[in-house]
Antibody, heavy 122, light 111 residues
Framework: EVQLVESGGGLVQPGGSLRLSCVAS????????MNWVRQAPGKGLEWVSY????????YYADSVKGRFTISRDNAKNSRYLQMNSLRAEDTAVYYC???????????????WGQGTMVTVSS | QSVLTQPPSVSGAPGQRVTISCTGG?????????VHWYQQLPGTAPKLLIY???NRPSGVPDRFSGSKSGTSASLAITGLQAEDEADYYC???????????FGGGTKLTVL
């Protein structure tokens, strides 16, 4: 079964850091570009970051540029989001999402994880 | 304020047809970028409904269809069912923002 499972969310103080993980199974992870998408409580979807299958290319939304870093370990079928200098407005459910065609940018997102909640509050 | 504009809500009775619009501009939909649609049931992750403007992934009923024209796109749902009650989002790419953008979402209520 094709699956993405996120972990690493939790409560963190403003200015703090958190590292999210996304483990993939059921498909050749290295062949697919991957993304992070977040959703603040009661709000809509916001794209956060992208990483190519080879890790050679990354993109970020302006709202997180310079604070968040996306990476991946194809040997572990895992992708990560290192979040630094967290702000209250970063509070959201964070989803990892697979690019539909695998290698195109931009692309639709066909497989989503269940999400992990990040709460930034003192 | 989302770059892509969707109506906050739409409604319809079972069996009816509803459409959800997604209006963009010259830096996104009008620039030729594809539009994709997602369905999000309460408390769950989004599900890809339409990709590449009008294509359905396997398993998505043909009651769902998408179209694109100029700077706008639409999602149509025919034969409305109670299980279709959900939030719907459009997605595209914006050259000004150099990133993926989503519409603000539309809540579909089945009366």
């Amino acid at each position: 079964e094709v699956q993405l499972v996120e972990s690493g969310g939790g409560l963190v103080q403003p200015g703090g850091s958190l590292r999210l993980s996304c483990v993939a199974s059921g498909f050749t992870f290295s062949s697919y570009n991957m993304n992070w998408v977040r959703q603040a409580p009661g709000k809509g979807l916001e794209w956060v970051s992208y990483i190519s299958g080879s890790s050679s290319t990354t993109y970020y939304a302006d709202s997180v540029k310079g604070r968040f870093t996306i990476s991946r370990d194809n040997a572990k079928n895992s992708r990560y989001l290192q979040m630094n200098s967290l702000r209250a407005e970063d509070t959201a459910v964070y989803y990892c999402a697979r690019a539909y065609t695998g290698s195109s940018w931009p692309d639709a997102f066909d497989i989503w994880g269940q999400g992990t909640m990040v709460t930034v509050s003192s | 304020q989302s770059v892509l504009t969707q109506p906050p809500s739409v409604s319809g009775a079972p069996g009816q047809r509803v459409t959800i619009s997604c209006t963009g501009g010259s830096s996104n939909i009008g620039a030729g970028y594809d539009v994709h649609w997602y369905q999000q049931l309460p408390g769950t992750a989004p599900k890809l409904l339409i990709y590449g403007n009008s294509n359905r992934p396997s398993g998505v009923p043909d009651r769902f269809s998408g179209s694109k024209s100029g700077t706008s796109a639409s999602l149509a749902i025919t034969g409305l069912q109670a299980e279709d009650e959900a939030d719907y989002y459009c997605q595209s790419y914006d050259t000004g923002l150099s990133g993926v953008v989503f519409g603000g979402g539309t809540k579909l209520t089945v009366l």
